[in-house]
């Protein structure tokens, strides 16, 4: 389950299997014939024509190919490596590992099937060592389906058309439930690293503050190819603490335990300290009677999180979190990981002087999460369920474990102060309450130091929306009574009592709402009243903390209209400038802990009408240049940060 990122050290090396891959798609209407086939048996290239195809990228928006970019199913990769024999001479194990690959994926070397996985958005790893030749040439190959399913997380439809009149045989189209494409291909870097026989396995860190001091608590854990099992017996551990410079801090022994960093440099978000994102390295060696030792160096961020029923703290100081929704997505690259859009983000997120955004929605790449430990960037770390339905058990334990392996790859990282379990779930059905109560619960065994939440977005339970209407009613229906007492009196109700069953699970609410754009369209003037009637009864209900996940409106750069109209960047502007009016109201009630735009830039979607180029919510477009949107949030988010109330 991912394990550590791979990381070079002393005992450690790490080679890069990124560029240029040969690949192949499989024909649509024949899915199985690359396994039918055995096109992993054999470079690509001997079982037919191949492409070069870029790693890491989505592969559909790359060439000028139609069908590439449209494609539904089997997709092929393949590239030949070489390692070097000193690998073998000292007995090294190896490990390849893949940052991600959409969606479902079989890895192969050398023809042997390694390992499935299915989610595109967590590491996949497997040890090689014994599938690898030496002194010549090795083959990787791997087939990547982007199907999206009922059971699959997100889940998806496959449409079939058997109307011979109208669509030629076998035609059939995906759909799916949320707007963002459905980019395929390996996303994120490809290593192969190595490890002596005994090996660190797993760090599990977790920190606390004590007066001036900090207090870092750690477990190591540890694996041995060569014997077998068990001989935990004979192997030590030994951890060296070394500050940001790289100096030694101090010293502890044993694969478990707690270190004491006197008058420490605690981990600060963006802007509420001189010196956000302090990070310390432990420096973690397993040894064993063999002499095998084993190095890894692992970032430790020193803070503590809290929360109660109306706020949220970071090293025991109230948080205001102001941020975005973001996407992995660019051009050409569509969520290929690459460092200068990496670069790029973070500058433009530190320019508007936003403290943290919403992995929205699925967990984001290793290398962007580094760069939020490192910057000081808060993240809410969101699962890929958006927009489930069906709350079956099947589905349910396949979330869980995909909650599992997030908790697994992000568990020490000072920058994820909440986990989401999903985006949108249509929790207006019953069974979402223990649905999500498991899930949740779950998520909070995984990893019991942070907030769970849910991003949520049908309406809230509306006994409250009926009670405004039950002094009108009690006053009618009692009129009715005194005017004739002998008879019952009812009034037939058009519609069943909407419920939501998540929130109920949840430590902190976060909502989606889009008043006067998806509702009440162009009436920019009942935003104010509307949000704050929500939100206060959304904390009303449940007595948690409450926050806005996602408000927006689209806008074409460019396009200007005063009064504003829908779609100008006028209107976008004044829709925001209206929220901020009622998200400072609800902060002064004292329960309200955050705000984040929908969204931080324009991002590709599957083709319609609703949608002109893509959702055009960024504040920013896809190109990363900056609408009026973005100077209006940047305005504000500098003045919430010098606010000293909410810092
Ligand atoms: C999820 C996000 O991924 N929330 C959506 C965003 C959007 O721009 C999407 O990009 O559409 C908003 C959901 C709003 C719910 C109200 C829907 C009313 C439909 C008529």
Redesign the pocket.
Known sequence: WGGLYPRESASREVKSLDGLWNFRLSPLLDAEKGFREEWYAQPLSKSGPVISMAVPSSYNDITQDKDLRDHIGWAWYDRLFYVPTRWQTDKQRVVLRLGSAHYNSIIYVNGHSLTSHEGGHLPIMADITTKLVYGKENLVTVAINNTLTPETIPQGTIVEHNDPSRYPPGYFAQSYN???TNYAGIHRPVYIYTTPQTFIEDILITTDINGANGVITYNVTHGNTMIGPSRSGEVGCSMKLLDIEGDHVTSAMGCQGTIVVTNASLWWPYLMSENPGYMYTLLVAVSDAEGNLDLYPHKVGIRTLGWNSTTLTINSKPLYLRGC?KHEDADIRGKGVDYALIVKDFSLLKWLGANSFRT??YPYAEEIMDMADKEGIMIIDESPA?GLSGFDEALMNKHISVMQELVQRDKNRPSVIMWSVG??PKSNQAPALNYFSEVVNSTKAFDPTRPVTCVL?VDKHSDLAVCKFVVFFSKVVSATKSADPSRPVTCVLNKPKEKEYAASSLDVILV?R?YSW??DTGHLEVIKMQTITEFSEWHLLHNKPVMIS?Y?A?SLPGYHMDPAWTWSEEYQAELMIRNFEAFDELRSKGYFVGEMI??FADFSTPQGHTRPGG?R?GIFTRSRQPKMAAHVLRYRYHNLANDTLTN
């Open positions: 949320f707007d963002f929704g929205s929605h958006v985006n949108e977005a989606n889009y998806y509702g996602e927006g689209g929908w969204n959702n919510k």
